[in-house]
């Protein structure tokens, strides 16, 4: 479906071709809404999805917000609001204000904690340096104790190897 949003994105004068017929750009999302992950159009999210960029997280990610996406939720089959950095900032605006703002108004939290995402915060020095997954998840367990806000679940996800501590 992304070849769909990238062509609607991309190239949406041209034609989509699909079993051999053209299909007009502007009819694509109509045609296949209902496989399409909804882009979130209101000021609220289901589901807040917060991970380390690079590598297997930020493909977890995508996996996520890609499955996620495509729920229908309630009588009327709304689709999932995930919130995705990659798919749901504007170009050109300040990222840290409006992640903050989506955290405030998202009902689920969950973060992606991988080995990759713990690394940079054991890094010796890096409580001197800005850590936006760090500020998300503190500005989460924040909003999470705070009467008024929406945040009421926080459900983390864990990934990476299985080891045994060796008490040898």
């Not at 159009?41 to 380390?52: K, V, W």
């Not at 309630?74 to 609001?81: I, L, N, S, T, V």
């Not at 050109?92 to 939290?109: C, R, Y």
């Amino acid at each position: 479906m992304d070849a769909i949003q990238d062509h609607c994105l991309h190239q949406p004068g041209r034609p989509f071709v699909v079993q051999g017929t053209k299909v007009p750009a502007e009819t694509l999302p109509d045609l296949y809404r209902g496989l399409l992950p909804a882009k979130n159009t209101s000021d609220c999210y289901d589901i807040f999805l917060s991970y380390r960029h690079g590598g297997y997280d930020s493909e977890m990610a995508a996996d996520l917000w890609n499955s996620l996406s495509g729920f229908a939720l309630g009588e009327k089959g709304r689709h999932m609001a995930v919130f995705w950095d990659a798919k749901s900032l504007k170009t050109g605006v300040q990222f840290d204000t409006d992640f903050m703002v989506a955290l405030s108004t998202t009902l689920v939290f969950s973060p992606l904690i991988t080995p990759h995402a713990l690394k940079r915060m054991a890094l010796p020095g890096s409580q001197n340096k800005l850590d936006h997954v760090l500020l998300e998840w503190w500005l989460a367990l924040t909003l999470f104790w705070i009467p008024g806000f929406p945040v009421s679940h926080i459900v983390p996800v864990f990934c990476g190897k299985v080891r045994h501590a060796n008490n040898t």
